[in-house]
């Protein structure tokens, strides 16, 4: 038997090797990609666990103990399964993981995120190979069900009494793809409130004219919430805003008419009718006068109308603060991370509200330092599109950044300010 090396053509290959597992929403094969994570924990001697909190959802927690026990740990977090694609909009199979002649690896979760989850094992197999041995313990965990939200994933594990006992000073979770050299990293998210508001109204004759029809109640509401995603867009655009502080409103399903097989009923105004609307929301915003704008003018009882919130992430923690993580001078964290980027030759930005939502959000919820960061610069944004793909030298360049930031995370050997704080409590 071989040993399994940390040659390029090596680490590419793994790579590929689980981008072709079909992990996407809604029947991801776990079970594959749990045996392809747990084979490479056993070839790096890592300590491993399989624990279905939902069952048929399995989450893999591998642990790299260090030599110091007694300090909290470091939690590198990762998602197996991916977003769904539509095959024949893709110019390559989105799970054949095919390598074109500019070195691009083309498959779904190529950015988001099975590369970091490998980037993260095979820093830490060039770690031991070099001989490297952690003073604090490092956890992996390679979660189910990011996609759909995570309440079957990482949130289960964060309120765990496993998660209690790993004793967890901070975690390291996705970020973005940047377009340009500097890496982007992301010290807090918008909260999703995926919300859906329905109408009704009297029905009748499509000739007649009369007030209160559920299509008239639920168009007012339309017309109030592009307003405000007009005034959203304005200060977007006025350059006063950047994308994760502004609230983004987006209308994604309408619903409504009567529907026979033969299609829909021309001359008939529905008695219901129903709209579906993305919300994302800053951690510093006011999501209560958010909610009294839902009620009052986006669906009010007066005008018939109720609503319901599919998701509806609180902004704050659990101790009602922002759910930000502090990104200066007085994080530990935040300044190792800085370090080990620029000392592995790469560049960090300034740290940013993430517009999307990953589930880094279920670790501040417990008032835990967590930063969200891809090691993928010069990349356009692919994450959830058609031909998902990253540069296999990028990839590379990846995994040698990880092994720069393990490697300070690993040897990091004080008490942090955070745990202090915890122990106080
Ligand atoms: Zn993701
Ligand atoms: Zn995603």
Redesign the pocket.
């Known amino acids: 038997t071989q040993h399994p090396s940390s040659s390029s053509s090596s680490i590419i290959s793994r790579f590929q090797e689980y981008l072709r597992i079909n992990t996407a929403q809604p029947n991801p094969n776990y079970y594959e990609a749990t045996d392809f994570i747990l084979s490479q924990a056993k070839s790096l001697s890592l300590e491993f666990q399989t624990i279905e909190f939902v069952k048929s959802k399995p989450l893999i927690l591998l642990k790299w103990p260090g030599k110091n026990p007694k300090l909290p740990s470091v939690l590198l977090n990762s ?1 197996t399964d991916v977003v769904p694609v539509e095959s024949q909009k893709w110019v390559h199979h989105p799970f054949g993981a095919h390598i074109d002649s500019d070195g691009n690896i083309h498959a779904r979760g190529t950015q ?2 099975k590369s970091v989850g490998m980037q993260y094992l095979e820093a830490i197999r060039k770690l031991k190979d070099s001989g490297f041995e952690p003073t604090r313990t490092i956890y992996l965990s390679f979660v189910p069900d ?2 759909i939200g995570g309440r079957d994933g990482a949130e289960k594990l964060a309120e765990s009494d496993v998660f209690e006992n790993m004793n967890v000073a901070f975690v390291l979770d ?1 970020g973005m793809p940047s377009p340009n050299e500097k890496y982007r990293a992301y010290n807090g998210e918008r909260s999703p409130m995926w919300l859906v508001i329905k109408a009704t109204g009297a029905p009748g004759h499509g000739a007649k004219l009369y007030d209160n029809t559920a299509m008239e109640n639920l168009l007012k509401s339309i017309e109030s919430i592009r307003g405000f995603r007009a005034s959203q867009v304005d200060m977007l655009k006025a350059g006063l805003k950047s994308e994760g502080e502004v609230i983004s409103v987006n209308l994604v399903y309408l619903r409504a008419g009567t529907q026979t097989p033969n299609g829909f009923v021309m001359n008939l105004q529905p008695s219901e009718a129903e709209a579906g609307i993305d919300i994302r929301v800053p951690p510093t915003a006011d999501q209560k006068s958010l909610e009294k704008r839902i009620a009052e003018e986006w669906a009010p009882a007066s005008r018939n109308m109720t609503f319901e919130f599919k998701l509806k992430v609180p902004v704050v923690d659990r101790y009602g603060k922002p759910a930000l993580t502090v990104a200066d001078n007085s994080n530990p964290w935040w300044v190792l991370l800085e370090k080990a980027v620029y000392s592995a030759g790469g560049k960090l930005g300034k740290p940013e509200v993430n517009i999307g939502t ?1 589930d880094a959000r279920y670790f501040r919820q417990r008032g835990l330092p967590a930063i969200g960061f891809s090691p993928i610069a010069n990349t356009p944004l692919l ?1 959830h599109d058609h031909n998902e793909l990253l540069n296999q030298r990028e990839y590379l360049k990846g995994v040698d950044t990880y092994v720069s930031i393990i490697k300070a995370y690993a040897s990091y050997a004080e008490e942090t300010e955070t745990q202090a704080a915890k122990d106080e409590l």
């Open positions: 998602h988001d995120m990011e996609e996705e990953t994450l």
